[in-house]
């Protein structure tokens, strides 16, 4: 951009001096030599050139800036490295899932419970919503979206069929055995506290709201609370799947 | 016993958003409201009703924390 406004004052034609003689104390010329004051329009040029270097300057130094924060951010998010390890999970076909499955692919992951009185449909409307953005913009690789449940008492796999057909499309359901989903769920640092059951033998099962956002060398990314709206998920995803370089050749799925 | 599916949660979000709005007019009076919380009881689980008198409760402290201000020596009380 510098070497353009550095041509852009060579290209300039030569001024024309100035009609009136009461402008300028010399005679007039024809063209522009070190004449003792400098006609407006080449002050004006010098100071658009010099506000256009600064301008360009600090938005450089700004870009910069958000570059470094951005890093940090991914610095940090890596240092925690949420999900290492395998798990070993029941899909809502019934087949045994574990980590190796989702290689290859980005996965947005959510915990919740299907006798969730709000939070958990919400979370899903806007995972759903989120991953509908995505699949608009052309060139991104899909997304594959996860529902884990922390209430497997409940949560077979025949519960988790009927509650995600409300969601989007893809989703798939993972359960298992109270074993299987709490090594999972401290894997990814969420708490989870099944309350006192009522009379029916209802109850409900406070929980981390997070949805995880995995590459595809299974790798935790970025983490969105419930306060994010679809727009920004969307937007975030985006921002990982540009930034994101493979730890190793991409894996083809059999 | 099955979770509620998608239109029975809606029938019991819409329930309590009624329910709330009376309240809302009537200064959180719920001799008011009679009718309402009973419709509110009977379209929601009986969790999800205590779930959601803990959030109303919530909602109107955040309210007010929003509006009044903190005042921990008025919460605290005389000790």
Redesign the interface.
Known sequence: MLRSLRSLRLLSPPLSPPLSPSLSLSPPRRHFSSSPQLPLRHRLAVTAAVTFTVAAGWLYLRHQKEQQQQQRHLRHLRSLSLGQGDFQLQDTSGRTRSKADFLGSWVLLYFGF??C??VC?EQLERLSRALELLEAQPGLPPVQPVFVTVDPQ??DVA?LR??LR?FHPRFLGLTGSPGQVREVAARFRVYVSA?PP???????VDHSVLTFLLDPDGMFRDCYGSARTAEELARSVRGHMESYRPLSPPVTTA | MAAPTMEERKACWGARDEFWQCLDSHGDDAAKCEKLRRAFESRCPQQWVKHFDKRRDFLKYKKKLETEGFHPYETAGKS
């Open positions: 299907t006798h009185p709000d449909p409940r949560d519960a009927r509650y409300d309350g009522d009379s029916d033998g209802d109850y409900v």
